[in-house]
């Protein structure tokens, strides 16, 4: 069965230091893996997508992300960190031999950037 | 720009109601997506539709039905309201190729009293 899991409820780091927010999958077929994001009392905005090429892939906000096939890993990173990205943090996946156009959520991530 | 907006911000329902959340999207998408979020289960798929009349269960439809009427609007209806079903519902929309994300609107916190 498909599945995403991020393994840190919440992540806390200072201002200008960088930042890693992990997410593991399980699929049977390549993954399609998306990042969202989530600031309060607000909907989820796309952050960025690994579909396939370059393991390294940047998005919004000066993010970026890692595809790890060997470790079945897409952890979200920036080098160095805002107050303003204090949010929270959704990895997801598609199943490419799945031809239906669900994501599959993880349970989110807290991040708390502290000045 | 893109654009998903819902019908409420926050609502509050009594046990037994029937609740309706419409959602609109004006970018001509066909997928269109209803999730419920609750702390620590992440997003729930709830239902979706891949065109206009057409629907599919997702993880969790016990308690919702669902309308797609129209290509741009997509509802989620709650026969009667449990109190189980308080919650942030989101809905979403994305176009047809499987490697697009989705595109979500603002949430309706609903309340069930």
């Known amino acids: 069965a498909q599945s995403v899991a991020q393994p840190e409820d919440q992540v806390n780091v200072a201002e200008g230091n960088p930042l890693t927010v992990k997410c593991t999958y399980s699929?049977?077929?390549?993954?399609?893996l998306f990042w969202y994001v989530q600031y309060p009392n607000r909907g989820l905005q796309f952050l960025l997508k690994y579909i396939t090429g370059d393991n390294l892939v940047k998005g919004s906000y000066g993010f970026e992300a890692e595809f790890n096939k060997s470790q079945t890993s897409f952890h979200l990173k920036k080098p160095s960190a805002l107050v303003s990205d204090s949010a929270l943090y959704f990895c997801a996946v598609r199943d490419m031999v799945d031809s239906s156009y669900k994501l599959i959520f993880g349970s989110g991530t807290r991040l708390l950037v502290r000045p | 720009d893109v654009k998903v907006t819902q019908s409420s911000r926050y609502l509050v329902k009594r046990t037994g109601e029937k609740v309706f959340l419409e959602c609109v999207q004006d970018?001509?998408?066909?997928?269109m997506f209803w999730y419920r979020q609750d702390p620590g289960l992440g997003l729930r798929l709830i239902y979706f539709s891949y065109d206009v009349k057409m629907k599919e269960k997702g993880d969790i439809p016990e308690g919702y039905s669902v309308s797609r009427e129209k290509k741009e609007r997509f509802s989620l209806i709650l026969e009667s309201a449990s109190t189980n079903q308080t919650s942030m519902y989101l809905c979403?929309?994305?176009?047809?190729?499987?490697?697009?994300?989705?595109?979500f609107g603002p949430g309706t916190r609903l309340t069930v009293l």
């Open positions: 979403a929309s994305a176009p047809k190729a499987s490697y697009n994300e989705q595109f």
């Open positions: 699929v049977s077929g390549n993954p399609y």
């Open positions: 970018m001509d998408h066909e997928n």
